[in-house]
């Protein structure tokens, strides 16, 4: 079964520095793997995808995320944080032409100026 | 273009009634799913339809059941509601066929309380 494990709770950066969130996947095929953002209360907007191709994928809002295949990863990054950057950040699996997401546990990130 | 739209926003209920939770996909897909976020979680699958056909089923119990509508707009139901059901219920919309992984864009929820 498809799984998803995002490691950190929480985590907390000032303004201005660098981010990474964790994201581990443990399914066999080739994986399809998504980054949502969901503020408080809101639904989830997508981050970015990655189908195949270029294991550097860029996304919205100046995030980007590198899947690594011989890690099982697909760490979400950002170089310098902004405010309104504070938000839940969930990673998501689906199989190979399937649609059922499988998303962690969601990570919370507070930024400070 | 309007995105993927929910109602009610939010919804009190007491234990043992039901509850139904609308969803209008984004226009021009074909395809609805369901998911329900319980509070410190992440989403967990419900149901997906496309072309007013079941095509998925997470595991939850019979209680829940949901349809698609000709214009592809979705409704969910919930039966004999539980203190658990209190959740986000998230409608998401995807383009292209089933069978076909495709991106799912999320509407803002349905916030339900259980009392």
């Known amino acids: 079964a498809q799984s998803v494990t995002q490691p950190d709770i929480h985590i907390t950066v000032s303004e201005g520095a660098s981010l990474e969130l964790r994201c581990n996947y443990s399914?066999?095929?080739?994986?399809?793997l998504f980054w949502y953002v969901q503020s408080p209360g809101q639904g989830l907007q997508l981050l970015l995808k990655?189908?195949?191709?270029?294991?550097l994928v860029q996304g919205i809002k100046g995030f980007e995320a590198e899947f690594k295949r011989s890690q099982s990863s697909f760490n979400l990054r950002k170089p310098s944080v902004h405010w309104s950057d504070a938000a839940e950040y969930f990673c998501?699996?689906?199989?190979?032409?399937?649609?059922?997401?499988?998303f962690g546990a969601g990570t919370i990130l507070r930024v400070k100026s | 273009d309007a995105g993927v739209t929910q109602s009610p926003t939010h919804l009190i209920k007491t234990r043992g009634q039901h509850v139904t939770l609308r969803c209008s996909p984004i226009?021009?897909?074909?395809?609805v799913s369901w998911y329900q976020q319980v509070l410190g979680q992440g989403p967990q699958f419900i149901f997906q339809?496309?072309?007013?056909?079941?095509?998925g089923r997470g595991n939850f119990p019979d209680r829940f059941s949901a349809r698609q509508f000709p214009n592809y707009s979705s409704e969910l139901n919930v039966n004999a509601l539980l203190l658990g059901d209190s959740a986000l219920y998230l409608c998401?919309?995807?383009?292209?066929?089933?069978?076909?992984?495709?991106?799912?864009?999320f509407g803002p929820g349905t916030r339900l309380t259980v009392l």
């Open positions: 998401a919309s995807s383009l292209r066929t089933s069978g076909v992984t495709d991106t799912q864009y």
């Open positions: 339809y496309y072309e007013k056909e079941e095509r």
């Open positions: 399914y066999g095929a080739t994986p399809y």
């Open positions: 998501a699996v689906v199989r190979e032409y399937g649609n059922k997401l499988v």
């Open positions: 226009s021009g897909h074909k395809s």
């Open positions: 990655y189908f195949s191709g270029d294991t």
